[in-house]
């Protein structure tokens, strides 16, 4: 115990001091030097000092160890000490803040909120301004797009240029509200009423008044085309833009849904119509029917002869131009193979209506004559039936005197017939029936189909 509390009060070991031990004990090599040196009875005495130290050195390693034992012990206990006073004082704020004063508790919230509100603030401002930046920049590249490295523009190179940089396509009306909203082409408003003034009371300046009122023509700098006003306009006019093409996507739509649903139910009536038809069994109805096609031929050989039946209604409508062909020379020499055609069909007699009757014959021959080439036999010898009218009139005319109105409707009459002849040639060429003439095409499709010149 003794030795424990000597170490705890920072004393030491007692027994470890050089006044009681020697610091090192002398080794063998030593012992003969100490047997000459020393008289026998040192030497005799030197065992029992060492065993003397071996028994201090034990007692202060016991020492030692008692010492670690209390040190141990008195660190644990701090230990709980400390944490028993830090509980204390956590509880004792815990019970400060619990019966602290709520007028200073929302204080204190108020505090907080208000900085909250004020950092959030600070972050739109921030946002807003790296907003104003990039709309700048966007509104500068766009303007920079539309000038192209001028000055300004007008108003139609304008639109020019929004067609083909930005691919949107606006009308004057349009680059008209854009002019408006930059106050570019207005009178102001001021000078409008001091004009209505001036004008009302005839005032000496009304001249000058109107000068200025009169509305400078429009011009568009880089100032107008980076100007919000400009581009709140611009997206408006997109705006009706979209909802003008979805209206059109909408009607084209329903028109397609229409048109179908009207194909369906048609398809869907075609075989009551035929049981219907099939029902009674005499020649009148067969006769009704269209008749099964022999020959559908439309090669190239087929179309060429297909045009060649027109040449007989034109060579007609020409005789009734043939004044004008007197009068004016060009038009012989542009008409001249119309004319040749015109002078072989009247070389013989009856030259017309013996080809009126071949043709008449030819266009009832299915097996032998390719259908194109029976249509416009057919409708060839309906166009020259169908000019017998403008004959009788110009007859008229011509024994009446009038000989400018029938040298006019000769002329008018040729270049209908020639009109109609280019088209069916054109049509026929590409393989089709030209059959878009009004009511002579119909007639000619019923007499080749059901040898009537009516329909059902």
């Known amino acids: 115990m003794a030795l424990a509390t000597a170490s705890l009060l ?9 006044s009681h031990l020697p610091q090192e004990l002398p080794s063998r090599e030593f012992a003969p030097s100490l047997r000459r040196s020393s008289p026998r009875g040192a030497i005799a005495r030197v065992p029992k000092e060492q065993a003397h130290a071996r028994g201090g050195v034990a007692l202060a390693a016991t020492g030692a160890v008692a010492a670690v034992g209390v040190r141990r012990k008195l660190s644990r206990r701090s230990k709980a000490w400390r944490r028993r006073f830090f509980s204390a004082v956590q509880r004792q704020a815990e019970g400060d803040g619990a019966n602290a004063d709520p007028l200073l508790a929302e204080a204190k919230a108020a505090a907080e909120a208000a900085k909250l509100r004020l950092e959030a603030e600070k972050l739109r401002a921030e946002a807003a301004r790296l907003q104003q930046g990039v709309t700048a920049e966007q509104f500068s590249s766009r303007a920079d797009r539309l000038l192209g490295g001028m000055v300004g523009i007008g108003l139609s190179e304008l639109l020019t240029r929004f067609k083909g940089s930005e691919s949107l396509d606006l009308t004057e009306e349009q680059g008209k509200r854009l002019a408006k909203a930059c106050g570019l082409g207005q009178v102001p408003a001021d000078v409008q009423e001091q004009l209505r003034k001036a004008e009302a009371f005839n005032l000496p300046n009304l001249e000058e008044l109107r000068q200025k009122a ?12 980076t100007s919000e006003a400009f581009d709140r306009e611009l997206r408006l006019i997109e705006a009706d833009v979209r909802q003008a093409r979805q209206a059109r996507a909408q009607a084209d739509a329903a028109r397609d849904r229409a048109a179908q649903e009207t194909t369906s139910q048609s398809t869907a009536s075609q075989p009551g119509q035929q049981a219907a038809g099939a029902a009674p069994a005499g020649q009148a109805a067969k006769s009704s029917q269209p008749q099964q096609e022999g020959n559908t031929d439309t090669s190239f050989g087929t179309r060429i002869l297909a045009c060649l039946p027109y040449l007989l209604p034109l060579g007609e409508a020409f005789r009734l131009a043939y004044p004008l062909a007197v009068a004016f020379p060009i038009f012989a020499i542009l008409f001249g193979p119309v004319a040749i055609v015109a002078e072989l069909i009247n070389a013989f007699p009856l030259g017309a209506s013996l080809i009126l009757l071949v043709f008449i014959v030819l266009a009832q021959s299915k097996d032998q004559v390719p259908r194109l080439t029976r249509f416009n036999l057919e409708q060839a010898v309906l166009l020259d039936i169908a000019m017998t009218i403008p004959t009788l009139i110009l007859t008229a005319l011509g024994s009446s005197g009038a000989a400018e109105p029938a040298f006019l409707l000769g002329g008018l009459t040729f270049l209908g017939v020639f009109a109609i002849t280019a088209y069916c040639a054109a049509t026929t060429l590409e393989g089709k029936e030209p059959d878009g003439i009004p009511v002579i095409s119909k007639t000619a499709k019923n007499v080749i189909e059901r040898q009537t010149f009516f329909g059902d």
């Open 10 to 18: 920072g004393l030491g070991n007692p027994l470890s001091r050089s």
């Open 214 to 225: 009169t509305p400078q023509p429009i011009f568009f700098r880089k100032e107008e085309l």
